[in-house]
Each structure stands twice: as C-alpha cells, then as structure tokens.
C-alpha cells in the first residue's frame, strides 16, 4: 500500500514513528502497571501536532489529511495502545464531531484547546442499560422555562478519558417518545456544576487509559452548546463513530504490527531443537498469516482513510468502509497478538516481555465504538439496503 502514501505522508509516519519509539515504547510499560494517566506523554503529543491531526491550523490543529491521522495512530498504538486509545477519542470522538456539526462560535471555543494538546476530551454516549442498543438512553435534558439552558440528569457509563476531560459531547434525550429520533448532543465543560465523575474502571489492558462513569445532577448546559440540530443527536453520534472506527482501526493495526516484529524477533533468535524457531513451518505459518491479515487490515483501512477525505468534500457517508476496516483490523490484532504469545511461549506469558500487554490491549479493539456483531450488522444492513429493525 506504499504507493497511496506521497512524500508528505512517508514524513509524517516516519516522524511519528521515532517520536512514539523514543517518547512513548520506553513509558509504556510503566503506565500500564501503575494506571496513571500520561499526561505528560499527551502534552508532547500535543506539541507535535497529534491531538488535532485533521482539525484546520486556523483552530489549533495540524491541517492534515485522514491518511495522515492513520499512519500517526498506528505508529503511537505500535508503542501504546493505551496512548493511542486517547488520541483517538480527542481526534476522531471531539475534534471531528465539532469541525463537521459546530456553529462557527463553537469552532472557535472548543477546537484549539484539544486539538492543540493542551486539555483532553471525551465522547459520552454508552449507559449502563445501552451499550450496542445506544438510542436506548435515560439521561434526559429538559429546556428550561426562559429557553436559555437544558437541565440534565442522568448517567453514563464506559466513558474514556472522562476522569481528567476538560471537554465532552454528550448525547441526550430531549423528547423520549420519539426515541432515537429524540436525542440532543451537547457540547459540556469539565467544570460545569452537576457533573460528578464516577468511579474509575479497573480494566484488563489499556489500562492507562482513564474511564469512568458520569452522573449528572440538574446540569445546566446553555443553548449555544447544543451541537448540531436538537433531535438530531442520534445521527450525530452514529455518524462520529463512522470516524472513530477508522481510528480503531488504525490503532489495531498498530498492536498487530508489534506483536508480528516481536515475533520475527523472537523466531529470528530463539533456538530449540539446534534450530532458530523461526526455521519450524509451524512457526512460519503463523507469521505468514499474522503478515497477510496485517496488510489486507491496512488495504481496508487506507480505504476507509480515502472515503472519509473525499467525503469532506461531498458530505457521503463512509460507515460501510469504517465498519470493515474496523471488523477486520480489531480481529487481525486479537489474531497477531494471540499468536505473538504463542510464538514466545513461557515468555509471551510474562511482564518482562511488552507481547503480553499487546495480548491485553488488543481485546479492547473488538469491543468499544461498536463490538465485532455491531460492525456484521452494520456491513450487512448497508450490503443488503435494509434500515434499521429495531
Ligand atoms: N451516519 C448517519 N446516520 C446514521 C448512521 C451513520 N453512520 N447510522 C445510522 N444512522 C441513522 C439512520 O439512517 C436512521 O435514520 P432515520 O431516523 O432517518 O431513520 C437512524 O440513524 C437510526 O438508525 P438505525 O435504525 O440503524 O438504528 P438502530 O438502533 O437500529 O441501530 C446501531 C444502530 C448500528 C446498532 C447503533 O446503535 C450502533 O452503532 N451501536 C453501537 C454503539 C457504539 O458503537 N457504541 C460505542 C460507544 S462509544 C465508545 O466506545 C467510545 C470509547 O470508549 C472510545
């Protein structure tokens, strides 16, 4: 697939790729352990231009293209998944949900700080009750008697970087009789009295990656934060994940790529038998398919990467190539990393070596923005022209 990149993006991903080698690979380990959130690997993240790849320069981001926000993700998740877990959510969940459905006002406000690296945001949607079925929320927003404000109460769960976010999009109900077609989204600050963030989840991998749940007690939120049209939240939502997708994709790919070099390392050096590992066909096999579905992951998502450009210019929806891209790269990784543990057998299965973490990291790819059965119902409905049956 070299041969869709031109010379800026080769700079870009090399770039990247040092700066993720150098800056993230050496902490990675140590965040994953402890659970802190690295906030100091974001801020330089965020001085390089990471946290707004696509966002316009005029608002604080780097001006770059979709190819480009890919081949940043994978060379960050290569080091981190975790990291890379939190530059998706502030590119992909935020900054893209209010370049495409802001007011300028809104634009002017709330890019610069994200996208800049400077705060960190999050994207509430999931509920206890609604995680795949997500339409079906309880946290209401009711519009107040002067029409200055909506009043929310409610509660979220599963949400990433909610502990530390300064900035969120919140999805809303404001008229529940019309179910999906009743939600609101809203753009809320971190500070916002009502906003109680929950306890944080302990998790099997990505661990550096905060979340949490959010409960909100009569939150004031004003008018102008309404993002996009009221009752118009669920298309909203639904259309940012089509982005978010790609980025997960991406970020899978990343995982599976490290868990395939350590591989080749590993078959390269370890002996058995008076052979190198790698010299067994049992061994070969796995790397070649580990190989093969790593560069049938980066086709898919390199096509997803060029719809969701062109669709910047004629508004087409990209959710069939998203959801492929995202299907396929979330099961390579499971697949690479799984096959990574074995390949280093007793040592796949112990913290001295990173192919453990991949292994615990790369789970999560199959589940959030859309599980794996949510992604085959997606790909089936748009294949098959049938709408929503539920
Ligand atoms: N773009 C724009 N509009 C869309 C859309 C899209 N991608 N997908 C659906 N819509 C529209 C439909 O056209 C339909 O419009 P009308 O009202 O005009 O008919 C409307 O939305 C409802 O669509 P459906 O009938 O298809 O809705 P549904 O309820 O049957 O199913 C679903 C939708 C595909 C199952 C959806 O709920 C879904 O994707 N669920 C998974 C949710 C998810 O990914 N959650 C992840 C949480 S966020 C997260 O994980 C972040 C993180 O931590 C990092």
Same mark, same amino acid.
């Given at each position: 697939m070299e041969f869709l990149l031109n010379e800026e993006h080769r700079m870009i991903r090399d770039t990247v790729r040092e700066f993720a080698q150098k800056e993230i690979a050496p902490v990675a380990a140590h965040y994953d352990e402890t659970g802190e959130f690295p906030m100091p690997v974001i801020k330089k993240m965020g001085e390089l231009g990471l946290m707004g790849i696509e966002v316009p320069e005029e608002y604080g981001g780097a001006g770059l293209d979709t190819l480009s926000y890919v081949l940043a993700m994978e060379e960050v998740a290569k080091a981190d998944v975790a990291v890379s877990t939190i530059m998706s959510v502030n590119n992909s969940l935020y900054c893209h949900g209010i370049l495409t459905f802001g007011t300028e006002e809104q634009k002017q406000k709330y890019l610069a700080p994200v996208a800049s690296g400077q705060a960190v945001a999050a994207y509430a949607l999931t509920e206890p009750q609604s995680g795949s079925d997500a339409a079906n929320m309880k946290t209401r927003a009711v519009l107040s008697d002067d029409g200055t404000h909506y009043i929310i109460n409610g509660r979220k769960s599963w949400i990433t970087s909610g502990p530390v976010a300064d900035y969120f999009i919140l999805f809303a109900m404001t008229e529940p009789e019309k179910r999906h077609r009743g939600i609101t989204a809203f753009i809320v600050e971190g500070d916002t009295?009502?906003?109680?963030?929950?306890?944080?989840?302990?998790?099997?991998?990505?661990?550096?990656?905060?979340?949490?749940?959010?409960?909100?007690?009569?939150?004031?939120?004003?008018?102008?934060?309404?993002? #996009?049209?009221?009752? @118009?939240?669920?298309?909203? %939502?639904? +259309?940012? &994940? =089509? /982005?978010?997708?790609? #980025?997960?994709?991406? @970020?899978?790919?990343?995982? %599976?790529? +490290?868990? &395939? =070099? /350590?591989?080749?390392?590993?078959?390269?050096?370890?002996?058995a038998f008076g052979h190198k590992i790698g010299e067994f066909e049992g061994i070969q096999w796995k790397i070649a398919d580990m190989k093969t579905r790593i560069e049938a992951s980066r086709g898919l998502i390199y096509s997803a990467a060029m719809a969701k450009e062109r669709a910047k210019k004629t508004g087409e929806r990209y959710t069939l190539q998203a959801s492929m891209a995202k299907l396929f790269a979330s099961e390579t990784a499971m697949f690479c990393t799984h096959q990574a543990v074995q390949i280093h057998g007793g040592m796949g299965y112990s913290k001295e070596l990173p192919v453990e973490r991949y292994f615990r990291d790369a789970k999560i790819t199959e589940i959030y923005e859309g599980t794996s059965e949510i992604q085959r119902l997606v790909i089936a409905r748009q294949v098959l022209g049938l709408r929503g049956s539920f």
């Amino acid at each position: 697939m070299e041969f869709l990149l031109n010379e800026e993006h080769r700079m870009i991903r090399d770039t990247v790729r040092e700066f993720a080698q150098k800056e993230i690979a050496p902490v990675a380990a140590h965040y994953d352990e402890t659970g802190e959130f690295p906030m100091p690997v974001i801020k330089k993240m965020g001085e390089l231009g990471l946290m707004g790849i696509e966002v316009p320069e005029e608002y604080g981001g780097a001006g770059l293209d979709t190819l480009s926000y890919v081949l940043a993700m994978e060379e960050v998740a290569k080091a981190d998944v975790a990291v890379s877990t939190i530059m998706s959510v502030n590119n992909s969940l935020y900054c893209h949900g209010i370049l495409t459905f802001g007011t300028e006002e809104q634009k002017q406000k709330y890019l610069a700080p994200v996208a800049s690296g400077q705060a960190v945001a999050a994207y509430a949607l999931t509920e206890p009750q609604s995680g795949s079925d997500a339409a079906n929320m309880k946290t209401r927003a009711v519009l107040s008697d002067d029409g200055t404000h909506y009043i929310i109460n409610g509660r979220k769960s599963w949400i990433t970087s909610g502990p530390v976010a300064d900035y969120f999009i919140l999805f809303a109900m404001t008229e529940p009789e019309k179910r999906h077609r009743g939600i609101t989204a809203f753009i809320v600050e971190g500070d916002t009295p009502g906003l109680i963030r929950g306890k944080v989840e302990p998790k099997l991998g990505i661990r550096a990656s905060a979340t949490c749940e959010l409960f909100f007690e009569d939150m004031k939120v004003p008018v102008e934060n309404v993002l #996009g049209e009221p009752g @118009q939240g669920f298309k909203i %939502a639904m +259309a940012i &994940l =089509d /982005a978010g997708r790609i #980025g997960i994709a991406a @970020q899978a790919l990343g995982v %599976a790529e +490290a868990a &395939l =070099d /350590a591989s080749i390392n590993w078959a390269r050096e370890r002996e058995a038998f008076g052979h190198k590992i790698g010299e067994f066909e049992g061994i070969q096999w796995k790397i070649a398919d580990m190989k093969t579905r790593i560069e049938a992951s980066r086709g898919l998502i390199y096509s997803a990467a060029m719809a969701k450009e062109r669709a910047k210019k004629t508004g087409e929806r990209y959710t069939l190539q998203a959801s492929m891209a995202k299907l396929f790269a979330s099961e390579t990784a499971m697949f690479c990393t799984h096959q990574a543990v074995q390949i280093h057998g007793g040592m796949g299965y112990s913290k001295e070596l990173p192919v453990e973490r991949y292994f615990r990291d790369a789970k999560i790819t199959e589940i959030y923005e859309g599980t794996s059965e949510i992604q085959r119902l997606v790909i089936a409905r748009q294949v098959l022209g049938l709408r929503g049956s539920f």
